[in-house]
């Protein structure tokens, strides 16, 4: 950005040199015979131009609009690059607007002059000089600060004015020259003000309302009565102590017409000391920002200071909200960097809405510490407010003493309160005291490069004071405030704070001065949530253990502006989200606003002063912007594939059925429910979904209990569903970060958060499969028994084979590929702890791989008697039994740890053999497949290899094992492959 000083060009960079040319031009319009009428820069072409047209109000409301954008249709290419989108010439003085400005200089030199010939006034305004002046003096360099020492008191101050020999003489003029240029500006606010309330109530101009203010003010608003206000910039203070001469007051009456037609943009550019060209005063600014000034801004932070806390709120975001007589005092404070430019484009965004009901107004207070900014801007845009609140009354249909009456007591009664928060009944008001601010906006542009996140986190931690219970803070800063390696110093932050919103421009180019990271941070109210724990049900408090979970809504913008203009869209498209969709319902959203800007939302949380989502840039991440733009593209909420009830609304109908069930009656309306879908809520930062047949709900249910964990039932919406798919993608890295996401914040809202969770829309689609040559998946279909009867060599053989087709039909046939991989991923899984003893059933080797059987069937063997490793007893005397078939064997192990195998017929055991572990699991083996046969056969005909011959093929089992481990792995390679690239395509 080009840096130009003033107020009013809330246009872009490329019209900055141009700006500034026709300004240094402009003191000549008067000598053209100019029109009165508004001025506006395509004025002159729309005798050319039939197809654009323009709006003129002459009333001069700075919420004029152009049809269609600039450059109009016709208009030659040499022409096309004066123009920029969107601006109108707000901030080209009118002849109108030059006469008052006139006016207003004639003001400053007044009042320089009556300074210079000064030698005091009262002792109370003399003070307030000195303070002033050595307030001056400090932003003064070292050595002009010398000059100054021996000015300490009043009389220092006027003898140095006047002493022509004093060293100090050349920064007391400059400081003159400053000070005598706000006391206009005070006066100019003033004077406004009165010929818009004449305006407004009908009043008679009179020059002596301008040079007897206070009493005009009196009369309107009756002392003591029920339209009297207060407001501290019309007391006594530094700057009000200026009357004009009756000459002065009498141009006044001549052109209180051109004041009523001013815009916001040329009041605040000729209020504004830069607006001097023809001076060489200094008035250091260089902290102005066409980008912040720029009405589009400003009604970004409107909408975050007044819609956002409403859509967190409401179930339904409806604005204006209802209310009976004034609309809502909402006292506002703007502190920081750019602070002249935030105050035009708030008052830009204030006027563009003016004539839209409110059901709350923003109670704007402007100020800094520093000398240039001091009290001056406060009390300029104070005076401004109440200019404003003449102008919006007519639009809220209030009466205009009524409504600055009742608005500029409701600001003053929220000075800061004692600590038993006792309120002022008598209509007292201690202008010391200070204002405890409901929103609060600081603007931290300018940042130390030596550790900029400490200097962040102090300049929060100093707000909190000035904040009241439960109010806003919005911060605007180029530093982020989640940094992992600090989260102990945003835990302090926390304490004070709670941040409920976060909106991120770091990608957005084009932007100017706007900073890359607002926080939108809520103070808490230690008191009520010290009330509300005492509230807690006992019997919860179990999970008060866990660490506090806390969401963050996340707005992100990127791609880049060509225009600052085009900020407008990043406006209405947080408008349009706020109308558009449930805060307690919506997880991630993503919307292409323009063909070079996305804007996105998800679900953040934050603990223990971290993110819960990871922030960096990585690819593979759901938060990257291309990854999130992607995923929302290629998913479908999963109400879209499922109905979802919650359980706990059924559990009386099992209750009422449990009667049936005792009688023998099959009467179950509740199994309407295909599926039900679990959500452990254990761990904040790992919320894992599952889902089971929904006959094993009462199983489930009482294994795992209500305390953690939350039950809804699943009806199909589409017929042709996979149900391993989804558990697949619950279990996957991307759907994890998609849970979190969604699911974060909680055990509240979780049905509505599940209805909008995000699910592949391959998941749903019906593929044509008449193609598919299945004999090349034969390995992919095969069960669990077959896969642990095949060599690894063979697998591997089979597996390569497949996988080379699959990899070829992949785009063709996702959905189909997709669930042969879960299939096959599931079987291997199942197998691989049969072979490792992992699984729940009960392990039973199957020794008729190839790579088992073969070497077994080489070992030498020995029959079960006699046999030095295997003891014979017989549990049954009568010798006829033997003769038996075999029914059923058991295994078990005995009082000295012996193991021992059970030979049972039907009526009952016959023999037991007791022998070391890896001859018993073989002997069941063999035994469980050779049932029906005679007992005495099988123990004349059975002989055995040695146990340490046995179990050193065994070891042949690790082989199977890892071949397993390695074909699941490929498998959810392959299966993660698919699935990230249909979301991310």
């Known amino acids: 950005m080009t840096k130009t000083h003033g107020f009013g060009k809330n246009c872009d960079s490329k019209i900055d040199k141009h700006t500034q040319v026709n300004n240094d031009k402009s003191w000549n319009f008067g000598s053209l015979g100019l029109s009165k009428r508004t001025f506006f820069a395509n004025s002159w072409l729309q005798a050319d131009n039939p197809l654009g047209s323009v709006k003129t109000d002459n009333s001069g409301e700075s919420y004029t609009e152009i049809e269609g954008l600039l450059p109009p249709q016709g208009i030659s290419r040499d022409l096309e690059r004066f123009f920029i989108p969107g601006w109108k010439g707000e901030s080209l003085f009118s002849k109108s607007a030059l006469a008052v400005k006139k006016l207003k200089d004639q003001v400053w030199n007044e009042s320089k002059t009556i300074i210079k010939k000064s030698y005091g006034f009262s002792r109370s305004i003399d003070l307030n000089i000195l303070n002033e002046f050595h307030s001056f003096a400090k932003t003064l360099s070292e050595r002009e600060r010398e000059l100054t020492i021996q000015i300490k008191t009043a009389a220092d101050f006027w003898k140095n004015l006047h002493d022509k020999n004093s060293v100090a003489q050349e920064v007391i003029a400059r400081f003159i020259d400053i000070y005598s240029f706000r006391v206009a500006t005070v006066y100019f606010y003033k004077a406004r003000f009165i010929i818009i309330l004449c305006d407004k109530l009908g009043i008679p101009m009179d020059a002596k309302y301008f040079t007897n203010h206070n009493n005009f003010l009196m009369k309107v608003f009756q002392k003591g009565g029920s339209q009297d206000f207060v407001c501290e910039s019309l007391r006594p203070n530094v700057y009000n102590w200026f009357s004009p001469s009756q000459e002065i007051a009498q141009k006044f009456v001549k052109v209180n017409q051109d004041i009523l037609k001013l815009n916001v943009s040329q009041v605040m550019k000729m209020t504004s000391p830069q607006s001097e060209l023809n001076t060489d005063m200094k008035f250091d600014d260089d902290q102005y920002s066409h980008a912040v000034s720029h009405k589009s801004f400003g009604l970004f932070v409107n909408s975050i200071l007044i819609f956002f806390p409403l859509w967190e709120k409401l179930t339904k975001f409806e604005y204006p909200q209802k209310v009976t007589g004034f609309p809502k005092v909402l006292n506002t404070k703007f502190e920081g960097d750019h602070l002249r430019s935030l105050c035009h484009s708030h008052w830009l965004a204030q006027e563009n809405n003016a004539h839209f009901k409110w059901s709350e107004i923003l109670c704007s207070d402007f100020s800094n510490e520093e000398f240039g900014n001091s009290s001056f801007i406060k009390i300029c845009q104070e005076l401004q407010f109440l200019s404003f609140l003449a102008r919006l009354a007519q639009y809220q249909g209030q009466e205009v003493q009524t409504m600055i009456s009742s608005v500029m007591k409701a600001k003053y009664n929220a000075q800061k309160r004692d600590s038993n928060d006792q309120l002022n009944f008598l209509g007292q008001y201690d202008f010391n005291q200070s204002i405890s601010y409901d929103k609060f906006v600081y603007n931290l542009h300018n940042l130390p490069k030596k550790n900029p996140h400490h200097y962040l986190v102090t300049q929060l931690n100093g707000l909190k004071d000035k904040i009241s219970k439960e109010g806003y803070l919005l911060v605007s800063t180029n530093q982020k405030l989640f940094v992992p390696s ?290 090349k998946l034969a390995l992919f279909q095969s069960d669990v028994d077959e896969l642990l009867r095949m060599h690894p060599d063979e697998i591997n053989f089979q597996f390569e084979q497949s996988m080379s087709y699959l990899r070829r039909q992949q785009h063709e046939t996702p959905w189909l590929v997709m669930g042969l991989l879960t299939h096959f991923k599931h079987n291997v899984t199942k197998a691989q702890n049969k072979v490792s003893g992992n699984s729940t059933v009960i392990n039973k080797k199957d020794y008729r791989n190839p790579l088992i059987s073969g070497p077994l069937q080489q070992l030498e063997t020995y029959p079960l008697h006699p046999n030095d490793e295997v003891f014979l007893d017989f549990e049954t005397s009568n010798r006829h039994e033997l003769e038996s078939p075999l029914a059923y064997v058991k295994t078990g192990i005995d009082e000295m740890d012996n193991q021992w195998i059970q ?83």
């Open 903 to 985: 030979l049972c017929s039907t009526n009952g055991p016959i023999a037991k053999l007791f022998a070391p572990t890896e001859t018993i699991e073989f002997l069941e083996f063999l035994l469980s497949n050779v049932a029906g046969t005679q007992i005495s056969v099988i123990l004349k005909s059975l002989s055995l290899p040695k146990a340490e011959d046995i179990k050193f093929i065994l070891k042949n089992f690790e082989v199977i094992s890892e071949t397993l481990e390695n074909l699941n792995d490929h498998t959810q390679s392959l299966l993660q492959e698919i699935m990230t690239k249909n979301l991310n395509s």
């Open 486 to 775: 600090q989260s102990q110093r945003v835990d302090q932050v926390l304490k004070s704070f709670k941040v409920i919103a976060s909106f991120n421009f770091e990608k957005l180019e084009g932007k100017g001065e706007v900073c890359n990271y607002f926080y939108l941070l809520k103070k808490r109210n230690l008191f009520k949530e010290k009330t509300e724990f005492f509230k807690i049900d006992p019997m919860s408090l179990t999970s008060m253990a866990q660490t506090k979970e806390e969401i963050v809504h996340t707005f992100r913008w990127s791609g880049e502006l060509s225009q600052f203009h085009q900020f407008e869209s990043v406006t209405n498209g947080l408008k349009d989200f706020f109308d558009q969709k449930n805060s307690h319902s919506v997880s991630l959203y993503q919307k292409n606003l323009l063909a070079n800007l996305d804007f996105e939302y998800h679900q953040d949380a934050v603990i223990e002063g971290k993110l819960l989502s990871n922030s960096n840039d990585s690819s593979d991440k759901v938060t990257h912007p291309q990854f999130f733009k992607n995923l929302t593209q290629s998913c479908l909420p999963f109400d879209h594939f499922f109905t979802i009830e919650s359980l706990e609304e059924h559990d009386d109908q099992y209750s009422a059925n449990f009667s049936h069930d005792l009688l023998g009656i099959d009467f179950r309306p509740n199994q309407k429910f295909s599926h039900v879908l679990v959500v452990d809520l254990r761990n904040t930062t790992n919320v894992i979904l599952d889902i089971y047949p929904f006959d094993v709900y009462k199983a489930k249910k009482e294994e795992l209990g209500n305390a953690f964990y939350q039950y809804f039932g699943l009806t199909q919406k589409i017929a042709h569903l996979n149900i391993n798919l989804f558990r697949e993608y619950f279990n996957s890295s991307i759907g994890k970060q998609v849970i979190q996401l969604t699911l974060n914040g909680g055990a509240k809202k979780i049905k509505s958060k599940l209805s909008t969770f995000l699910i592949p829309k391959v998941f749903g689609r019906k593929e044509d499969i008449s193609s598919i040559d299945f004999k």
